[in-house]
């Protein structure tokens, strides 16, 4: 049988990266990228450029994406804009390329083919409800337009596989945190924002009181969710939690980054953000069911990796 061909959109961003590396390392795959580097990083793949196929594009592009699933056999879809600020400042942009690149990229995919489709989705859907952990039959509440976005690609999935027969699955990472993952933007995600104010002694701009809790979940675990997703014999356009099942508070990271580091920077408390969730805790059993998943890095030892990748690589940095 040929190596199946595996299209990872949005693969030179920070988790598309570290899951490119991790269909490489298992070997058992043919590794096609699309990216337009909207907010990916050409480095994150040059170490690996010579065994991969990279298409540089838009998804919102219909002709581009079907070129990109040509001859696949799956996709893992991380493409997006990433981010609950970013889409409330441009609500419009963030439903083209997250609803409208999901929508041309099932449809592309079903014409050409493609078995099976594995949606990139987002804790955000569940809003702010009280109820802990969050867990799939809770119904989702979203409260900010990336949420909805986020949705709705659930709904297309969903449909795709009921409809048109296709294998397909949406993940819902929960704050995903590692390697690769860009400090430097407005819209970064939190812990590689403290990443880079831990190594130089910088104070630490908290939104809120810093009681907010995430299940802050290591990238090595979505990524060998996604390759778990790949493995198994079939979906049925469900959508699982993936994460650590812990509840962990912004004050939690800033302790356990001081314990790694050695040192105690000041804290600067700050506005909270509009359409930011308060907690977030989630409920993992079924990502068990559905494809044996079990987070295999805990929180504490994802941090000590990212501290020690941060310390050597400072993407922040970089082009000075
Ligand atoms: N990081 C998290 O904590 C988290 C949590 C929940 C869900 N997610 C989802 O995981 C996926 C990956 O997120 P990430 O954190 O790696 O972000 P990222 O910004 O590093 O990756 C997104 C990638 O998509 C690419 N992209 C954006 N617009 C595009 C377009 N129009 N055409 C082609 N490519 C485009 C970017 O260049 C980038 O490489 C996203 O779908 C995101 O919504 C991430």
Known sequence: MATPMVLVTGGAGFIGSNIVDGLL????????????????????????????????????????????????DMVLHQAALPSVPRSVKAPVTTNEVNVGGTLKLLSAAHKSGVRRVVLA??????????????????????????AVSKLACEHYTKVFADIYGMETLAIRYFNVFGPRQDPTSQYSGVIAKFMTAALDDKP????????????????????????????????????????????????????????????????????SRVGDVRYSQAAIERALDVLGYHPSVSFEEGLRRTLEWYAVNRPDRRGL
């Open 25 to 72: 390392a298992d070997g058992g795959y043919r590794v096609r990228v699309l990216d337009n580097f909207a907010t990916g990083r050409r480095e994150n793949l040059t170490h690996c450029l010579g065994d991969i196929e990279v298409i540089e594009g838009d998804i919102r592009d219909l002709e581009t994406v079907e070129e990109a699933v040509s001859s696949v």
């Open 121 to 146: 989705s987002s804790s955000s859907v569940y809003g702010d409800g009280e109820q802990l952990p969050k867990h799939e039959g809770i119904t989702p509440n979203p409260t900010s337009p990336y």
């Open 204 to 271: 630490f701009t908290v939104h809120g009181d810093g009681t907010q809790a995430r299940d802050f979940t290591f990238v090595e675990n979505v990524v060998r969710a996604n390759l778990l997703a790949l493995k198994v014999d079939r979906l049925d356009g469900s959508a699982i939690n993936v994460a650590c099942g812990d509840r962990i508070t912004l004050l939690d990271v800033i302790e356990t980054l001081g314990t790694l580091t050695g040192r105690t920077s000041e804290i600067i408390f700050a506005e």
